[in-house]
């Protein structure tokens, strides 16, 4: 499925206004961005926010009047695809893009079983190509990987920061690990159990299950026999709800923490029947529950006013995209090109920027930037702002 959202505010505008021919005055001063997403299957919750966050970045940025290039203004457009959660979809519109549509930086899939083989293809053609996933992390740095800019924290900094917050949180003495049987996930539990043996946390149990588990007590079961203080489990709201519920049921530890959306809190918290002592979740980049500055209210409030909806805790995936279209437009306006690529990951590489995010580039393209992470106690639920950009 394609689809082209464009928001032409000025150069357009003004093109059709002067009678000027539309078609060949938009195809000398576009420029093209590619958004691969999850719209549909498996994935679509973060698809849909990563898509949004690139859309609403795209609108905002033509309505400043675009990107300036020399004496030249230019319209952003962005060329939408839906990969249908498919890896197979994801090359071939990838190879699309680069190819047919010549785009001059690709944002997304969110997912990385999507992402990491789509970027062999962005790489292979020198497009700048930008992604969260988790899969990422091993990249970055990488000769032949020079075009990318991986849009999340780097796990040994994130975790480095969460897992000790955990322990000083609850003192617990014990954890046990329950995760999907994917690479996401089996990337970040070893780390996890790493971390908490570092910390003084024994851990009691690793296991895994498959995406497509509804009954959890097995695991859970398990588990229980281990006594362990803390489950940490995840990711994803579908799995999350029914993991505490069941968890709460079967008794299995006091303490529960997790990896997902922001909306993991309130099903959670109407899903336990009961209080446990502690629930602590990580969010991937700012909470929209209970904003904690002006600049994410902001942007809620941009979100509901286009998409007349309440954002969802997937929502908080648009981040990992928004305010980096805006970085992306900066670079190329400081390279003074959008096709030399070489020249624009120059400019965005080693740099800061500060929008709903606050975010660090390093030399290989790695982001730094903080989150947030959401305590549920006695049924009541604070936040707490982890800053890791020093």
């Known amino acids: 499925?394609?689809?082209?959202?464009q928001r032409s505010i000025g150069v357009a505008l003004a093109a059709l206004a002067l009678g000027i021919c539309s078609t060949g005055a938009q195809a000398q001063n576009v420029i093209k961005i590619g958004a691969p997403f999850s719209l549909s299957g498996p994935f679509a919750a973060f698809g849909q926010a990563g898509s949004a966050g690139v859309e609403m970045a795209v609108e905002e940025l033509n309505r400043r009047g675009g990107i300036t290039v020399g004496n030249t203004k230019y319209t952003v457009q962005m060329i939408s695809e839906d990969t249908r959660s498919q890896v197979a979809d994801t090359v071939s519109i990838m190879e699309r893009l680069t190819r047919e549509q010549k785009v001059a930086a690709v944002f997304g899939p969110i997912v990385g079983v999507l992402s990491t083989p789509g970027q062999e293809v962005t790489q292979a053609a020198k497009t700048i190509h930008f992604g969260p996933a988790?899969?990422?992390n091993a990249l970055m740095g990488r000769p032949d990987k020079k075009y990318l800019v991986?849009?999340?924290?780097d796990d040994d900094l994130r975790y480095g920061a969460f897992v000790p917050m955990l322990v000083r949180e609850t003192k617990i003495k014990s954890i046990a690990l329950l995760g999907v049987n994917?690479?996401?996930?089996?990337?970040i539990m070893p780390k996890?159990?790493?971390?908490?043996?570092k910390e003084g946390v024994k851990v009691v149990a690793e296991e895994y299950f498959e995406r497509t588990t509804t009954d959890f007590s097995p695991f859970l079961t398990r588990i229980r026999s281990q006594k362990p203080d803390m489950l940490f489990f995840g990711y994803g709201?579908?799995?999350?709800?029914?993991?505490?519920?069941?968890g709460v049921e079967l008794n299995v530890a006091p303490h529960y923490s997790a990896f997902a959306g922001t909306s993991l809190m309130v099903p959670m918290q109407q899903a336990l029947g009961k209080p446990v002592d502690s629930f602590i979740g990580m969010v991937a980049n700012e909470n929209l529950l209970q904003p904690l500055h002006d600049d994410v209210t902001k942007w809620i409030a941009a979100y509901k006013a286009k998409y007349n909806k309440e954002p969802t805790g997937t929502t908080d995936w648009a981040f990992s995209m928004y305010d980096y279209v805006f970085m992306?437009?900066?670079a190329v306006q400081q390279a003074g090109t959008f096709t030399d690529a070489d020249k624009v990951i120059e400019k965005i590489r080693g740099t800061n920027y500060k929008g709903v995010l606050n975010i660090k580039i390093d030399n290989r393209g790695q982001a730094d930037h903080d989150y947030d992470v959401g305590i549920v106690r006695g049924g009541k639920l604070s936040w707490q702002h982890v800053n890791v950009i020093k």
């Open 1 to 5: 499925m394609h689809r082209v959202v």
């Open 134 to 136: 988790v899969q990422w």
């Open 150 to 153: 991986h849009t999340q924290v």
């Open 182 to 187: 994917d690479a996401t996930a089996r990337s």
């Open 192 to 197: 996890v159990a790493a971390l908490m043996q």
């Open 237 to 246: 709201d579908n799995f999350a709800v029914s993991i505490l519920r069941q």
């Open 328 to 330: 992306w437009a900066r």
